[in-house]
């Protein structure tokens, strides 16, 4: 970029700054909106004062509508918060990767346990769980009933409940202020509430509906730190060849030991061509993947969901394709082809929750199609720059990115946005990523998310010295402020997420994507405690029982911490 560009997005910045948090508005769309914000309707309101907020404004006459918050809309009794109102059970259609159906990506899946419902895509259409499903139409009827006790919503949406007593905001509150700022898509929820509140039946009718289906695999090409194994077959192959923390990950849905093969681990070819020293590995599966079961990946039910999408596309807005690494997995080319050749691809909008590092795969090239789309948004997960995202999500290449970002900016119907994990590493430079949007103007919008699980990589387990030290350069962004500001969580153990990443060193040296914890993040070394002195430590604090009976409470709870490995 030019200095002259520089200057002109500076000053063309300066039309943009939301007064309330001296940020562009770009960067704040879903964001920070809750600065003083109190407790959720379950035990106090969130701050909805950005919610509506074009339409409220008499001077735009596009967007100004004065019946939208007339006293008994919809809209009305959400901002003022006479209920618990999120738009997303009447407008998205959600599928997990093991095939269970829940309200959102935050939401409860209905696979049967803690009191709901079950329901996968070999047992239930997706037009039946969206118009007939009790899940979905109880939490329905609860958002629209001021004295609801919410029964249902508690066990789905716990989440969002959870979000918003811990920080303030959630993703209902970051969906509702981006949604209720679109009139006309606002005009659609609002009709669609209205006629289930008044009939008790929820009928797709309306263009509005977002498809968002995690049926297409698990095939990734990195290796994030804190992602979960169930999203990305690199993982779970990483995990299978060594890397894994019984501590971090063992409550996770994708079990380690239950899908070792001690017998059969070949390294891959695509590994050692691309220089990764077998020498580190340890060889334990033959295929990480092929023991993953996803009740999806393969065979009939990909078809189906194609079939299934295709029958409903009149009233579908958009389709957010989630991996794994979307723009890496063939299978979903399919349906944009034939959504194309259905001639609906005009009116869709496509969405990607993508690293976009590569934009191929084998005969597919994304820019070839994304010209027959209404509007391609490519949500990139940038949480990080530099040496750090490449740390962080390993095998990330930065420049290629950028690289990728800008080529897609040159499409007029591309929107490409960020959107970061805050988590115990990336809080560390997160700053860095708004200060990089700043600098270069390739982005439309960033959104964040605080990481909830694992529990270990969550920002409040930080040492305190960090997050002290942290909370400073986030004045502006509150709900970072807030996790930054809580304890630790209870029984865990700092050291685990040190071993964990220093493992994911250990298996990486040698290979093109060597990197060290302590070299992108050098203000944790003093926190880490080798494994050996740990013991000491142990036995340090027994011996002072004998001489320093003051400390006996205190020594009794250390002596009951066993040393993480046998010496
Ligand atoms: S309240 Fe949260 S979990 Fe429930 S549907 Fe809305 S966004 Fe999803």
């Given at each position: 970029?030019?200095?002259?560009?520089?200057?002109?997005?500076?000053?063309?910045?300066?039309?943009?700054?939301?007064?309330?948090?001296?940020?562009?508005?770009?960067?704040?769309?879903?964001?920070?909106?809750?600065?003083?914000?109190?407790?959720?309707?379950?035990?106090?309101?969130?701050?909805?004062?950005?919610?509506?907020?074009?339409?409220?404004?008499?001077?735009?006459?596009?967007?100004?509508?004065?019946?939208?918050?007339?006293?008994?809309?919809?809209?009305?009794?959400?901002?003022?918060?006479?209920?618990?109102?999120?738009?997303?059970?009447?407008?998205?259609?959600?599928?997990?990767?093991?095939?269970?159906?829940?309200?959102?990506?935050?939401?409860?899946?209905?696979?049967?346990?803690?009191?709901?419902?079950?329901?996968?895509?070999?047992?239930?259409?997706?037009?039946?769980?969206?118009?007939?499903?009790?899940?979905?139409?109880?939490?329905?009827?609860?958002?629209?009933?001021?004295?609801?006790?919410?029964?249902?919503?508690?066990?789905?949406?716990?989440?969002?409940?959870?979000?918003?007593?811990?920080?303030?905001?959630?993703?209902?509150?970051?969906?509702?202020?981006?949604?209720?700022?679109?009139?006309?898509?606002?005009?659609?929820?609002?009709?669609?509430?209205?006629?289930?509140?008044?009939?008790?039946?929820?009928?797709?009718?309306?263009?509005?509906?977002?498809?968002?289906?995690?049926?297409?695999?698990?095939?990734?090409?990195?290796?994030?730190?804190?992602?979960?194994?169930?999203?990305?077959?690199?993982?779970?192959?990483?995990?299978?060849?060594?890397?894994?923390?019984?501590?971090?990950?063992?409550?996770?849905?994708?079990?380690?030991?239950?899908?070792?093969?001690?017998?059969?681990?070949?390294?891959?070819?695509?590994?050692?061509?691309?220089?990764?020293?077998?020498?580190?590995?340890?060889?334990?599966?033959?295929?990480?993947?092929?023991h993953f079961t996803n009740g999806n990946i393969t065979g009939n039910n990909v078809e189906s969901m194609i079939e299934q999408t295709l029958s409903m596309?009149?009233?579908?807005?958009?389709?957010?394709?989630?991996?794994?690494?979307?723009?890496?997995?063939?299978?979903?080319?399919?349906?944009?082809?034939?959504?194309?050749?259905?001639?609906?691809?005009?009116?869709?909008?496509?969405?990607?929750?993508?690293?976009?590092?590569?934009?191929?795969?084998?005969?597919?090239?994304?820019?070839?199609?994304?010209?027959?789309?209404?509007?391609?948004?490519?949500?990139?997960?940038?949480?990080?720059?530099?040496?750090?995202?490449?740390?962080?999500?390993?095998?990330?290449?930065?420049?290629?990115?950028?690289?990728?970002?800008?080529?897609?900016?040159?499409?007029?119907?591309?929107?490409?946005?960020?959107?970061?994990?805050?988590?115990?590493?990336?809080?560390?430079?997160?700053?860095?990523?708004?200060?990089?949007?700043?600098?270069?103007?390739?982005?439309?919008?960033?959104?964040?998310?605080?990481?909830?699980?694992?529990?270990?990589?969550?920002?409040?387990?930080?040492?305190?010295?960090?997050?002290?030290?942290?909370?400073?350069?986030?004045?502006a962004w509150p709900d970072i402020q807030a996790a930054l500001s809580l304890p630790n969580d209870p029984g865990i153990d700092m050291q685990e997420v040190?071993?964990?990443?220093?493992?994911?060193?250990?298996?990486?040296?040698?290979?093109?994507?060597?990197?060290?914890?302590?070299?992108?993040?050098?203000?944790?070394?003093?926190?880490?405690?080798?494994?050996?002195?740990?013991?000491?430590?142990?036995?340090?604090?027994?011996?002072?029982?004998?001489?320093?009976?003051?400390?006996?409470?205190?020594?009794?709870?250390?002596?009951?911490?066993?040393?993480?490995e046998k010496y």
């Amino acid at each position: 970029m030019s200095d002259q560009e520089k200057q002109e997005w500076s000053e063309d910045l300066k039309d943009y700054v939301d007064e309330w948090n001296e940020l562009p508005k770009f960067m704040t769309r879903g964001g920070p909106g809750d600065h003083e914000f109190e407790l959720s309707l379950l035990d106090g309101k969130v701050d909805s004062s950005q919610w509506f907020q074009d339409q409220l404004n008499p001077e735009n006459s596009y967007n100004y509508n004065p019946e939208v918050l007339d006293k008994g809309t919809i809209g009305q009794q959400a901002k003022d918060q006479e209920i618990f109102f999120c738009d997303i059970p009447f407008n998205q259609l959600y599928v997990e990767m093991d095939g269970s159906y829940a309200a959102c990506c935050f939401g409860a899946k209905a696979d049967g346990r803690n009191g709901l419902p079950k329901h996968t895509v070999k047992d239930t259409t997706l037009q039946h769980w969206m118009e007939e499903s009790t899940y979905m139409n109880e939490i329905r009827a609860e958002m629209l009933d001021p004295n609801s006790k919410f029964e249902t919503t508690k066990k789905t949406c716990k989440r969002c409940i959870s979000d918003e007593k811990r920080y303030g905001r959630s993703r209902r509150t970051a969906c509702m202020k981006i949604h209720t700022n679109e009139p006309d898509y606002w005009k659609m929820i609002e009709q669609s509430a209205q006629m289930f509140k008044a009939t008790g039946q929820y009928v797709m009718e309306h263009r509005m509906i977002e498809v968002q289906l995690k049926v297409y695999g698990d095939e990734c090409n990195l290796d994030c730190y804190m992602c979960m194994h169930d999203n990305s077959s690199i993982r779970q192959k990483v995990a299978n060849e060594g890397v894994w923390n019984d501590s971090i990950f063992g409550n996770s849905a994708w079990k380690r030991d239950q899908d070792i093969d001690v017998q059969y681990f070949q390294p891959d070819e695509q590994d050692i061509k691309d220089g990764i020293s077998v020498k580190a590995k340890i060889p334990l599966s033959k295929n990480a993947s092929s023991h993953f079961t996803n009740g999806n990946i393969t065979g009939n039910n990909v078809e189906s969901m194609i079939e299934q999408t295709l029958s409903m596309s009149k009233y579908i807005r958009s389709i957010k394709i989630i991996g794994g690494e979307p723009l890496i997995m063939k299978k979903h080319y399919e349906l944009l082809q034939r959504l194309i050749d259905k001639d609906e691809a005009k009116h869709i909008i496509i969405k990607y929750q993508t690293n976009l590092t590569e934009t191929k795969a084998g005969k597919h090239n994304i820019f070839n199609y994304i010209p027959h789309f209404k509007l391609v948004c490519m949500v990139a997960s940038v949480d990080g720059v530099g040496k750090t995202i490449e740390y962080m999500r390993r095998r990330t290449d930065w420049k290629k990115v950028i690289k990728n970002t800008e080529y897609c900016r040159r499409y007029d119907n591309v929107n490409v946005d960020f959107n970061g994990l805050v988590s115990f590493l990336s809080v560390m430079r997160f700053y860095e990523v708004i200060d990089f949007c700043l600098d270069n103007p390739i982005i439309d919008q960033i959104n964040w998310a605080l990481l909830e699980m694992p529990i270990h990589l969550r920002v409040n387990n930080l040492p305190e010295k960090i997050k002290k030290d942290l909370l400073p350069k986030y004045a502006a962004w509150p709900d970072i402020q807030a996790a930054l500001s809580l304890p630790n969580d209870p029984g865990i153990d700092m050291q685990e997420v040190f071993d964990y990443m220093l493992d994911a060193d250990k298996y990486y040296k040698g290979t093109k994507w060597e990197m060290n914890l302590f070299e992108v993040f050098p203000e944790l070394e003093e926190f880490y405690i080798p494994k050996h002195k740990r013991k000491l430590q142990v036995v340090e604090a027994t011996e002072k029982v004998y001489t320093n009976q003051g400390e006996r409470e205190l020594i009794d709870m250390l002596t009951l911490v066993e040393p993480t490995e046998k010496y």
